[in-house]
């Protein structure tokens, strides 16, 4: 499959990042408020809910005026809303479940990075066949959390797995162990009160311990093995 140099350039930094902020808000303000602060605190990917009121507006408003953010749209897999996030200035489009036909080929066709929703092998393959960028597994934490992400490298080892639902402080460490490439993440990273009371502090802590938590994945995978005692 080939891409463009910006879709190229969206995927590596997904997987440089290892985070997809989720926002899932109930006013576009509150949405706007949350996708600032953890682009602030250092996360510059975020996926704007198509159930937020008026997110077409806070789609565009990021992708006109903050060209360090790389936004997104979960949407909703319905043909329409993807094709009205495309328009609204979308980099990439996420979805909780998988439609081959009519939403991937559509986003694939305008040049946008696909994340499809999967859960069965045979939708994790079915979307990598299909010509999705990554493939999210959800939600990953009702059917065996990071055992279920190891289950699936086993016969899909050069597919790039997204964990999503359920990742929270504890477990995320275990995802990327497993070896999930990034993780999707809402509200344990962007809290409702937190955003309800404009408390971008405690976002902002949230988001320094899971981009330490990748970073330290990531460096205790890269150690070398210690061979077995003789």
């Excluded at 988001?207 to 330290?216: H, N, Q, S």
Aim: proline share 7%.
């Amino acid at each position: 499959m080939t891409s463009s140099p910006k879709q190229a350039m969206i995927r590596r930094r997904i997987e440089e990042i290892g985070i997809i902020p989720s926002v899932h808000a109930a006013s576009a303000d509150d949405a706007t408020f949350a996708a600032r602060t953890v682009f602030l605190a250092g996360i510059s990917i975020v996926e704007i809910s198509m159930t937020v009121p008026d997110a077409l507006s806070v789609i565009s408003d990021f992708a006109q005026h903050s060209p360090g953010l790389i936004v997104g749209a979960d949407s909703a897999w319905d043909l329409e809303s993807a094709r009205r996030a495309v328009d609204a200035g979308a980099m990439f489009i996420t979805s909780p479940g998988l439609d081959a036909r009519s939403i991937l080929e559509f986003v694939i066709q305008e040049d946008i990075v696909v994340i499809p929703g999967a859960l069965t092998p045979s939708e994790v393959s079915t979307a990598w066949q299909a010509g999705a960028d990554f493939v999210k597994v959800f939600p990953c934490s009702h059917v065996g959390g990071p055992r279920y992400i190891r289950a699936l490298r086993g016969p899909f080892p050069n597919i790039p797995l997204i964990a999503s639902g359920g990742v929270n402080q504890m477990t995320a460490g275990d995802f990327l162990a497993a070896g999930a490439v990034a993780l999707g993440i809402g509200q344990e990273l962007i809290p409702r009160e937190a955003v309800e009371k404009r408390n971008s502090g405690w976002i902002t802590e949230l988001a320094r311990r899971f981009l330490g938590i990748v970073k330290e994945a990531r460096a205790s995978a890269a150690r070398p093995t210690s061979p077995p005692a003789t």
